[in-house]
């Protein structure tokens, strides 16, 4: 995915929404490299299991690295559908590849006004050049 | 301190070279530069090379210096060798650590001797409040038994270069020879460098990672030349930069404690396990009647190591249990680079700190099994290959 298409929050999670075959919304969640790259030597990540209801900024999982913990936050309220397992045994793929392969989960949403939230590309940028 | 954190004489180099600052004890330092583990992973396979000038370094001269030490720190001075280092504490009355610091003694060049305390960066201030508080001008001026000392901290920088390559790449740059050079043994030395011009500096065997290493004293004018050098020289060795993240790994794998984690005001020497760095029956220091005191009661908890089953990482704070009571908690834990495991340190009940303990640490409310293990977690192989 191209990162300058996304959605971000302010807690580094990217959001791409898009809708199933039903036309219900469901967003892809995943890190962004800014996060990524403050994080480093990523050591663990917890994934929540699918069927779990998440709320809007509410932490789903987390992912540890050998300086700190983070929570992941969720950008809506809605149901996981999908979790990239695959990712938990091959965490490097996560800072290679984070709006690839490294994408965490995949939420249907019930209610979007936590979508409302959320930065697009400029915005976010801004806010990593500010904190950096 | 005032809010603004200070630079070392590197920190134009560390920012060009990438580093990750962060602001710790008012100082700016790399974090890291590329990443904690490759960084750790060079200091205990090749070499590393650490700017460590945040560390507080006060230096005392005079007749009356190794007296007024002896009843300063915890740990016997009057009688410390030339070139010789100990590891020691300062204690309150109370017997709580104010500090943990290393003190040496060396020649200058006129073979007259001086010490050098290198104190916690976050605990400088303290001390120096401590020794003037300790230190009188009546007694400073003592005819026969004048003390001179001096914060020298943001005049000398010091470097960290770990490693088992350390000494090949560190013996072009001094004129002493560092392979008989043993560990906590020291020099002022000559810095061999054109920079230098014939400025001394003082090397010693010791670091804070459990690996073979030294440390570097040099004046701050001539810091980043010789750094630089440093570098170019490490080049063949697989020198990496490193930062104090990987520090942190480094001496936790090495059983190490750190101030404001395992050791604070509110924590006793023996409880810390530090016994051997208290010497009770020579000179009078504060807190000597106070440990006296504690040494003969048993204690309720004490510095343990921790491994945990799975990867989470158990941090400062976590609360170690026992049938769901709490017994202990951790004061630092990582996930170790070399053990490929998360270890922690902490404080636990007496009764339960026999390795093989099994025990679980609350994890922000989750719980994982742990075990007590023997303290350090990694001991560097011998030079026979055998561990």
């Keep these: 995915m191209n990162p300058e298409e996304l959605l971000y929050a302010k807690t580094h999670e990217w959001v791409h929404v898009a809708a199933d075959d039903a036309g219900s919304k469901i967003v892809t969640v995943g890190l962004s490299s800014f996060a ?43 149901e996981i559908v999908d979790v990239n397992q695959k990712l938990v045994d091959n965490l490097e793929n996560l800072p290679k590849d984070p709006y ?23 915005t976010y940028k801004k806010q990593c050049e500010e904190e950096a | 301190m005032n809010g603004v954190p200070s630079h070392t004489p590197l920190y134009d180099w560390h920012v060009a070279h990438g580093a990750h600052m962060v602001a710790y004890a008012g100082w700016n330092m790399p974090t890291h530069y590329t990443s904690i583990t490759e960084e750790h992973n060079a200091i205990r396979n090749a070499v590393g090379i650490t700017d460590i000038s945040h560390m507080g370094r006060l230096r005392f001269e005079g007749p009356g210096a190794s007296v007024f030490l002896a009843e300063t720190l915890t740990r016997r001075v009057a009688d410390l060798a030339l070139g010789q280092i100990r590891y020691s504490l300062v204690t309150n009355d109370q017997g709580g650590i ?35 508080q300790h230190l009188p001008p009546e007694r400073a001026n003592r005819h026969g038994e004048e003390i001179i000392w001096d914060d020298v901290s943001c005049l000398w920088s010091m470097f960290a270069i770990q490693g088992p390559r350390s000494v090949e790449l560190l013996q072009p740059l001094v004129d002493v020879d560092l392979n008989v050079m043993r560990y906590y043994r020291g020099a002022q030395v000559r810095i061999l460098h054109p920079a230098a011009q014939r400025q001394g500096g003082i090397i010693s065997r ?99 190591g921790l491994e945990l089953d799975g990867r989470r990482v ?9 049938d769901g009571n709490k017994v202990g908690e951790v004061t630092s834990g990582t996930f170790s680079p070399t053990l490929q495991k998360p270890i922690a340190m902490g404080y636990l009940r007496t009764d339960l700190a026999e390795p093989g303990t099994n025990l679980m640490v609350d994890i922000r409310g989750r719980q994982q099994s742990a075990v007590v293990v023997p303290l350090p977690f990694y001991r560097r192989p011998t030079k026979g290959g055998k561990k």
């Design chain 1, 36 to 78: 990524l790259e403050a994080l480093t030597d990523l050591v663990f990540l917890d994934l929540p299991d699918v069927g779990r209801e998440v709320r809007a900024a509410e932490p789903f999982g987390e992912v540890e690295s050998v300086k700190a913990v983070s929570d992941l936050y969720s950008p809506v309220n809605g």
């Design chain 1, 100 to 122: 690839g392969i490294g994408w965490l989960a995949k939420i249907k949403v019930t209610d979007e006004s936590g979508l409302a939230n959320l930065m697009d590309y400029p």
């Design chain 2, 98 to 132: 104010l500090d943990d610091v290393l003190v040496g003694r060396y020649h200058n060049a006129y073979g007259q001797p001086y010490y050098v305390l290198v104190v916690n960066a976050g605990n400088r201030a303290k001390i120096v409040r401590w020794i003037d």
């Design chain 2, 206 to 304: 010791t670091g804070y990672t459990g690996e073979d290493g030294f440390e570097l004293v040099l004046g701050v004018d001539i810091a980043r030349a010789v750094w630089e050098t440093l570098y170019d020289l490490g080049q063949p060795f697989g020198i990496v930069p490193t930062g104090i993240g990987c520090r942190d790994t480094l001496r936790l794998e090495a059983g190490m404690p750190l101030y404001g984690h395992e050791l604070t005001e509110q924590i006793n020497p023996y409880q810390a396990d530090l016994a051997f760095a208290c010497h009770l029956s020579g000179y009078d220091f504060p807190g000597r009647d106070a440990l006296r005191e504690i040494k003969k009661q048993s204690l309720k908890a004490m510095r343990v």
């Design chain 2, 314 to 322: 158990a941090r400062e704070g976590a609360a170690i249990l026992l």
